[in-house]
């Protein structure tokens, strides 16, 4: 079955320190993974996906296939990235599983 | 771009009856709409995905006649809880995709629901 798991239900670091929220995922076809953040009274939006390979807000996150792993990092964290994390996985296109399966999410709560 | 709306945001009802809730698609046609599922400091867990103008796929473990989505146009689906009971009060997401994949959705801001 697909299952994605984040340890932390709560990660509390301190700004300027690097962040780095765990994902790991099961799944035995090809995924696609995502990284969804929901600010405080905001809805939830997609941050970013390993197909693009793109950094937003400072934030990375690489797919390691090998640890079936796509941890978020940020070297240098900032009062406003305080939010709730969900990591997501789906299959590739062209699969037939085309569907979200949602982590239960990491709290990120960055003090001044 | 792509903003999805939800009404409404809260509803109280009482034990037996209905409620309707609706996911619209602003300014973007949605081939594809996801309704999800949020229990207090749990996942999202995906109820059914429609496809508009076909039926809903419901997941595992959802009932088709209790949860009734209807997926009419490409800018409006609704999710009817039917009979509703303590038991479904809950925080209700939907999601909108521009196409039939799950690669790009947007999300709307929920409804809370509560049954008394």
């Known amino acids: 079955a697909q299952r994605v798991t984040q340890p932390e239900k709560l990660l509390s670091v301190f700004k300027g320190a690097p962040v780095e929220l765990k994902c790991n995922y099961s799944y035995s076809g090809s995924p696609e993974l995502f990284w969804y953040v929901q600010y405080s009274r905001q809805r939830l939006q997609l941050l970013l996906r390993?197909?693009s390979r793109e950094s937003i807000k400072g934030f990375t996150a690489d797919l390691n296939k090998g640890e079936t792993s796509f941890h978020l990092k940020k070297p240098f964290a900032q009062e406003e990235d305080s939010a709730m994390y969900y990591c997501a996985l789906s299959g590739a296109r062209g699969t037939g599983f085309q569907k979200l399966v949602f982590g239960t999410g990491t709290r990120l709560l960055v003090s001044p | 771009g792509a903003v999805v709306s939800q009404h409404p945001s809260r509803v109280i009802c009482k034990s037996g009856t209905s409620v309707k809730i609706e996911c619209r698609s602003l300014?973007?046609?949605?081939?594809?709409m996801f309704w999800y599922r949020q229990f207090p400091k749990k996942s999202l867990m995906l109820m059914a995905t429609?496809?508009?103008?076909?039926?809903?796929?419901?997941e595992q473990g959802v009932e088709k006649d209790k949860f009734l989505i209807n997926h009419a146009s490409l800018t409006l689906s609704t999710l009817t809880v039917t009979s509703a009971h303590p038991e479904d009060s809950s925080f209700y997401i939907c999601s909108a995709g521009r196409d039939r994949g799950v690669h790009e959705q947007f999300f709307g801001p929920g409804t809370r629901l509560t049954v008394l």
């Open positions: 429609s496809n508009e103008g076909s039926k809903a796929t419901y």
């Open positions: 300014d973007f046609q949605a081939t594809t």
């Open positions: 390993h197909i």
